[in-house]
């Protein structure tokens, strides 16, 4: 066995190993005149006086930059929450079967649809019905950052989606036809790490008549921190909502550049509430942009509360000389919402500087690397359950939580959440109360030693999930490093012993580097998962993917050139949001790579990069587990093999379920659309697609007709071929 996997890694190898990894500079290629890591000649602290002068927060009241001006809109006005209007219940919380009007489909987020005409026994005669281009293409002369992520929504005749830079679209669902394209004039400079706008969101108003301008909006969040409501009729701006149909999301945030503050995800309006969260860039300084949680008026755009979690008390909006605390954990992650209860779940990230938590504040920590539920009109918390302990791993949840209702052996009915994580662990919640449904039990275990660097000790336990099986594999072990040749094996040997590594949740270090397993891009990640509430089964894709980390001293940060992106020494091609990162305002920078061998770009670890699960909830058991991905378009040094073997690469995106039998899954660095049966987990028919496939896959009808559509936009961080290709499938006419 160990031979082939040599064969097979020869053939492989490069991209399929390492596609989803970031492009940074690697251990073995820091020059010694830029700080190796390994070799520590400043690991000092700063001191305490030094501390007090530029790692906290300034003063409440204290002038700050004008920072960014969102497309240069005025501020808002702040909206009395008992001027609210009652809103009528969104159509999406039950939508038609024919519609997909949400970016999980529904409101539940499930990502299951009950169409039933294309089946395990016709799927083999999809064809291609028709492309739709966004136009939107990274510039010539200028780093390639896109990654649309996109799923288009569904309603009546119509798709609407926005491309990577948040242009709009309303095409004809039976036939690509553009309907009418709303130019957003976004600037390159707004692009943070990734050029991505994952789905827009569809309101009707409960203000503007049916047959009126805006009675049915189109709504979205911009990398450039717009909130633009167009009319889904002609997709002309609202003129009532906001400015002209516009707010500027900037409003309190205070000092800023463009591309450290954006938003990606379609933002969930919950009894007329907008929510709206956002990235703050990673590896960047600990007193980054605020990581605060807004709601907004859906009919007027007004602000109406802010959830920051530093100021607990306060939500309302900052005068002019004030702003919202800064550095706090922020949320890029796609929300769920629940009318019935008036809440809105938010999954968590970290406070800035991911892999340093000593400068957090016990209420950071309370609320990190967490799914937190907000009351709608209020912003108050209503529960916390934290998935990572004072996380320096950056574990932050990037997976939407899914809804549903459990029906326990008792007869009772839960209302529930599922909430995947980055490490494999699937948490099941009452969506009511935050606590673990008692069929789904999370433990606390106790988790290594607490850690090497000085003033920032680790937690002393983790929560498991005791529940659900694991999306993950044993620890790794020297005995199962691997490679393509015994050469490349060996020096992988000697990487794994040169690491500090006592399995999950190893602890950060200075003096060397440490093995992060799972990864920051492992377990279930943006594209989330999907499930059927008619049977129970949950699909799972994920990644194993570890990670070679180290700490450095500032002085060595400085020598690499690890400059935070609001300074205008700000070199990107050092450090970023995926990688190393200067960590300013801290003791140390961080270097990340992958666990692999730098010069082929191979694995550390044995494949599969890539994995699909399918899980019954109710009997708390896998029911397959097959790689996910095959090596068509992979290969080492980035030569693709166009080989069909299914061994598992890493994989960014989600499935959608069908009542007919069948799972749709791109995600995978091969470029294609997977058909998979839901039955035995075997692939029965793929599409090639001109680009990658890393966004979730969606499925609608139009006159009896059913379509599966993908953006196949490709990744920059999955080093997959962009394009700005929608691409739509449907069986022949004459399966109608």
Request: net charge negative.
């Amino acid at each position: 066995m160990r031979n082939q996997a040599y064969i097979l890694g020869l053939l492989l190898g490069g991209t399929i190993l390492g596609a989803s990894l970031p492009a940074r500079p690697v251990l073995a290629q820091v020059p010694p005149s830029q700080g190796t890591p390994g070799s520590d000649d400043d690991d000092t602290p700063v001191s305490k006086q030094a501390e007090s002068r530029i790692f906290h927060d300034p003063a409440p009241g204290t002038p700050q930059p004008a920072g960014v001006n969102a497309a240069n809109l005025p501020d808002i006005d702040e909206l009395p929450i008992d001027q609210l209007p009652q809103a009528v219940p969104q159509e999406s919380a039950n939508p038609k079967p024919d519609d997909w009007p949400a970016y999980g489909r529904d409101d539940q987020a499930t990502r299951y649809s009950p169409l039933t005409q294309i089946t395990p026994k016709n799927v083999s005669q999809l064809q291609q019905v028709f492309v739709y281009h966004t136009g939107s293409l990274p510039p010539k002369g200028k780093p390639n950052k896109w990654a649309a992520e996109t799923t288009p929504i569904k309603v009546g005749d119509s798709l609407y989606l926005c491309s990577a830079t948040n242009d709009m679209m309303r095409v004809d669902a039976a036939t690509g036809q553009e309907k009418w394209h709303f130019h957003a004039h976004e600037s390159y400079d707004a692009i943070p790490y990734t050029a991505a706008c994952k789905a827009v969101t569809y309101y009707t108003s409960s203000t503007a008549a049916e047959g009126q301008p805006c009675h049915n909006r189109i709504i979205e969040a911009t990398l450039d921190n717009r909130l633009i409501a167009v009319d889904a009729e002609d997709g002309k701006l609202c003129e009532a909502f906001g400015h002209g149909g516009q707010v500027n999301l900037m409003q309190g945030m205070g000092w800023s550049v463009p591309g450290f503050v954006a938003m990606t995800t379609a933002p969930p309006i919950i009894n007329g509430v907008v929510v709206v969260n956002h990235e703050v860039l990673d590896g960047q300084r600990r007193w980054a942009p605020s990581g605060v949680i807004r709601g907004y008026d859906a009919e007027s755009g007004k602000f109406l509360w802010a959830w920051d979690v530093n100021n607990p008390d306060n939500h309302h909006q900052p005068d002019k000389d004030h702003y919202y605390s800064r550095g706090t954990p922020n949320s890029w992650a796609a929300m769920t919402g629940d009318n019935a209860l008036g809440l809105v779940y938010v999954p968590t990230g970290n406070s800035a500087a991911d892999y340093y938590s000593a400068l957090r504040s016990e209420a950071e920590n309370r609320v990190s690397s967490s799914v937190v539920a907000l009351d709608v009109r209020t912003g108050e918390p209503r529960w916390v359950f934290q998935t990572v302990h004072k996380d320096v791993w950056d574990y932050d949840i990037g997976s939407q939580a899914t809804l549903f209702d459990y029906h326990a052996d008792d007869g009772s009915v839960i209302p529930a959440l599922i909430m995947p994580t980055k490490r494999g662990q699937t948490f099941i919640l009452d969506r009511r109360t935050g606590k673990p449904l008692p069929d789904f039990p999370v433990v606390e275990k106790p988790a290594p030693n607490p850690g090497f660097v000085k003033d920032d000790p680790r937690a002393p336990t983790q929560p498991w999930s005791t529940g659900v099986p694991r999306l993950g594999i044993p620890k790794m072990t020297e005995a199962n490093t691997w490679g393509i040749s015994p050469l490349d094996q060996l020096a992988c040997r000697i990487k794994f012993r040169r690491a500090h590594y006592v399995g999950e949740f190893t602890p950060p270090t200075i003096k060397q580097p440490w093995l992060e397993y799972p990864g920051y891009n492992g377990g279930s990640d943006w594209g989330s998962i999907s499930y059927n509430p008619q049977t129970g089964i949950m699909l799972a894709n994920w990644s194993i993917l570890p990670m070679y980390d180290q700490l450095v001293s500032r002085k060595k940060a400085d020598k690499m050139g690890l400059i935070p992106i609001d300074s205008p020494q700000y070199n990107p091609g050092a450090g970023g949001a995926e990688g190393n990162g200067a960590q300013a305002q801290t003791p140390y920078g961080i270097v990340v790579t992958p666990y692999w061998n730098s010069f082929t770009q191979i694995m550390c670890n044995e494949p599969p990069y890539g994995m699909i699960t399918a899980i019954d909830l109710k009997a708390h058991k896998i029911l397959w587990q097959k790689p996910l991905g095959t090596a068509r378009s992979n290969g080492p040094w980035g030569i693709a093999t166009g080989l069909p073997l299914n061994i598992g690469t890493p994989n960014n995106g989600g499935s959608v379920m069908t009542a007919g039998g069948l799972a749709f899954i791109g995600a995978s660095t091969d470029n294609l659309l997977h058909a998979i049966d839901l039955k035995t987990g075997k692939t029965l028919w793929t599409g090639a697609l001109p680009g990658g496939g890393q966004a979730n896959a969606m499925t609608y009808a139009v006159n009896g007709r059913q379509y599966v559509a993908i953006m196949a936009g490709g990744h920059h961080f999955m080093r997959s071929p962009v394009s700005d290709a929608l691409v739509v499938y449907a069986l022949p006419e004459k399966e109608k």
